[in-house]
Nanobody
Framework: VQLQASGGGLVQPGGSLRLSCAAS????????MGWYRQAPGKQRELVAT???????NYADSVKGRFTISRDNAKNSVHLQMNSLKPEDTAVYYC??????????????WGQGTQVTVSS
């Protein structure tokens, strides 16, 4: 089982990007999925999470600007990022907890995708 993230890039301040992450492999169910980010010289921080039932949690810094969603049938999670600011620049990582497949995974991380907000 792997997580594959996509959708990063360069955007001007005030612009939008949509990140996507899909789990591949034979998967029966996934618990909480989420996005984290790590800026240069800083620790990785939570951006947003969403439970299997759809309950969401956001970092205060992105509330009202970012929206997390998921498709349980496709084992995917998305992050719609609007009104982007330079301080949103970071490598964004998707995460999935409690992955039930022929092998149980407590947690998995996808490869990072770079988001750069700059004029």
């Amino acid at each position: 089982v792997q997580l594959q993230a996509s959708g990063g890039g360069l955007v001007q301040p005030g612009g939008s990007l949509r990140l996507s992450c899909a789990a591949s492999g034979r998967i029966f169910a996934i618990g909480t999925m989420g996005w984290y980010r790590q800026a240069p010289g800083k620790q990785r921080e939570l951006v947003a999470t969403i439970t299997r039932g759809g309950s969401t949690n956001y970092a205060d810094s992105v509330k009202g600007r970012f929206t997390i969603s998921r498709d349980n049938a496709k084992n995917s999670v998305h992050l719609q990022m609007n009104s982007l600011k330079p301080e949103d620049t970071a490598v964004y990582y998707c995460n999935a907890d409690q992955i039930y497949s022929p092998t149980y995974y407590p947690t998995l991380w996808g490869q990072g995708t770079q988001v750069t907000v700059s004029s």
